[in-house]
């Protein structure tokens, strides 16, 4: 597991050519934890991973919590997958079959401005 999180690891697997377009709202993430992102307890790996990546990434209407996620090395970011939209059905079957939580949290496209946006 290395330490880029979310966005960093998704950055890497996209390349020059594609964008991704992720939903907040289905990120799945530990209750609570935003309350503390809003304390300020972040970390300065999860800074160092912003300051990487930030002008890669556009944000619409996302808090600053949502943000810290997505940036922080405690997200997995090394468990994103990709797959072919028509296989999304079964992949993710096979991972609950397995008691693991899963999601499609968005869609791949041909490069369109930043390489990630983060929105609604």
């Known amino acids: 597991m290395t330490g880029f999180g979310f966005l960093g690891h998704l950055c890497e697997m996209l390349g020059d050519s594609y964008t991704a377009l992720i939903h907040?709202?289905?990120?799945?993430?530990?209750p609570g934890c935003e309350a503390y992102v809003e304390e300020f307890?972040?970390?300065a790996a999860g800074q160092r991973n912003r300051n990487h990546v930030q002008e890669k990434v556009k944000f619409g209407n996302v808090?600053?919590?949502m943000e810290e996620i997505l940036f922080?090395?405690?997200?997995?970011g090394g468990l994103l997958a990709?797959?072919?939209?028509?296989d999304g059905p079964a992949a993710l079957e096979e991972i609950r079959k397995l008691g693991?939580?899963?999601?499609?949290?968005?869609?791949?496209g041909k490069r369109e401005g930043r390489l990630a946006a983060v929105v609604e």
């Not at 693991?100 to 791949?108: A, E, F, Q, S, T």
């Open 24 to 30: 907040k709202d289905r990120i799945p993430f530990i």
């Open 41 to 43: 307890y972040i970390t």
């Open 63 to 65: 808090s600053f919590a």
């Open 72 to 76: 922080d090395p405690q997200t997995s």
């Open 82 to 86: 990709s797959v072919a939209a028509a």
């Open 100 to 108: 693991l939580p899963c999601g499609i949290v968005g869609r791949i």
